[in-house]
């Protein structure tokens, strides 16, 4: 059984730095073709999709967030990073780390239980 958990500080000062880490267990980071990412879900904008890394280590980005996104991968710990830099109060949302399946429809088919990040001084 996948199962995903996402690790972090659930407060961030503006203009800091967020990270955030996802640690996979029951599954490999590296199995093809399965690609791993970021979600968040904020009141007024909804679920949006952030980043995402493959099992090869590509990576691919929304180009609303793609200047101050990273995301990163430990394959020898399988687990895989978030870095969203320059936050202010609009990046206070419920973020998730997902699995997304090797189809060609971007099918999210395994969830962490996600957390609260708030911008805040």
């Known amino acids: 059984q996948v199962q995903l958990q996402e690790s972090g500080p659930g407060l961030v000062k503006p203009s800091q730095t967020l990270s955030l880490t996802c640690t996979v267990s029951?599954?490999?980071?590296?199995?093809?073709?399965?690609?791993w990412g970021w979600i968040r879900q904020t009141p007024g904008k909804g679920l949006e999709w952030m980043t995402e890394?493959?099992?090869?280590?590509?990576?691919d980005y929304s180009p609303s967030l793609e200047s101050r996104t990273s995301i990163s991968r430990d394959t020898s710990a399988n687990r895989f990073s978030l870095h969203l830099n320059s936050v202010t109060p609009d990046d206070t949302a419920v973020y998730y780390c997902?699995?997304?399946?090797?189809?060609?429809?971007?099918?999210?088919?395994?969830w962490g239980q996600g957390t609260q990040v708030t911008v805040s001084s």
């Open positions: 997902v699995r997304i399946g090797a189809g060609w429809l971007p099918i999210y088919d395994f």
């Open positions: 029951g599954g490999s980071i590296t199995t093809r073709y399965y690609r």
């Open positions: 890394i493959d099992y090869d280590g590509n990576t």
